[in-house]
């Protein structure tokens, strides 16, 4: 059974920064892209971020870019989200996802973990 | 970048109806690579639908996609009551790589 856990999440002020986890089990992990998505409770979803099998192809929504870098360790099945400059803007439920490929852009998310929550308040 | 807008934000629906849930893109998806998610309160999403049509691992056979291009329809038919819930589409692109989700659209029970 494919499990996710996520970890890490926080109350932040705004300015600063946030690493979050994701540890991975049930699955071969370096065969697949792996991808953070984040919800503002109530609201939609919204894809952050998300890099290939073996971190060859990262990409980033508009909203992050630059303040955000994922990375993956796939000899302790991890993938995680370095936060920086964190704003307002950025509180959300984040979770991890398994593409169902190893490759980034092209398709969709087939398992989820329950999210971390993301609280950047002053 | 795509832009995927979900109709009607609400349906309200009662037991033993049929739902039809639309998304519409504001270019053509490519592949069709469309998929469909189901998110119950409290929980994280489920993958419902994948290439517009075809159902993933487990999924009853009450829920069917369709489309193609920009118009894409998720038809569930007689509903039961653990299908109220939020229904999203969703679409990726790899140039530059990236995926977009419509707003969602509620199923609740009239």
């Known amino acids: 059974e494919v499990q996710l856990v996520e970890s890490g999440g926080a109350l932040v002020q705004p300015g600063t920064s946030l690493r979050l986890s994701c540890a991975a089990s049930?699955?071969?992990?370096?065969?697949?892209?792996m991808h953070w998505v984040r919800q503002v409770p109530g609201k939609g979803l919204e894809w952050v971020s998300g890099l290939s099998w073996n971190s060859g192809t990262i990409g980033y929504a508009d909203s992050v870019k630059g303040r955000f870098t994922i990375s993956r360790d796939n000899a302790k099945k991890s993938v995680f989200l370095q936060m920086n400059s964190l704003r307002a803007e950025d509180t959300a439920l984040y979770y991890c996802?398994?593409?169902?490929?190893?490759?980034?852009?092209?398709?969709?998310?087939?398992?989820w973990g329950q999210g971390t929550l993301v609280t950047v308040s002053s | 970048e795509i832009v995927l807008t979900q109709s009607p934000v609400t349906l309200s629906l009662s037991p033993g109806d049929t739902a039809t849930l639309s998304c519409r893109a504001s270019q053509s998806v490519s592949h069709n690579f469309l998929a469909w998610y189901q998110q119950k309160p409290g929980q994280a999403p489920r993958l419902l639908i994948h290439?517009?049509?075809r159902r993933a691992t487990d999924i009853p056979d009450r829920f069917s996609g369709s489309g193609s291009g920009t118009d894409f329809t998720l038809t569930i038919s007689r509903v039961e009551a653990e299908d109220f819930a939020v229904y999203y589409c969703q679409q990726s692109g790899d140039s530059p790589p990236g995926y977009t989700f419509g707003q969602g659209t509620k199923l609740e029970i009239k």
């Open positions: 290439h517009a049509s």
């Open positions: 049930g699955f071969t992990f370096d065969d697949y892209a």
């Open positions: 996802t398994k593409d169902v490929s190893g490759f980034v852009g092209n398709y969709y998310f087939d398992s």
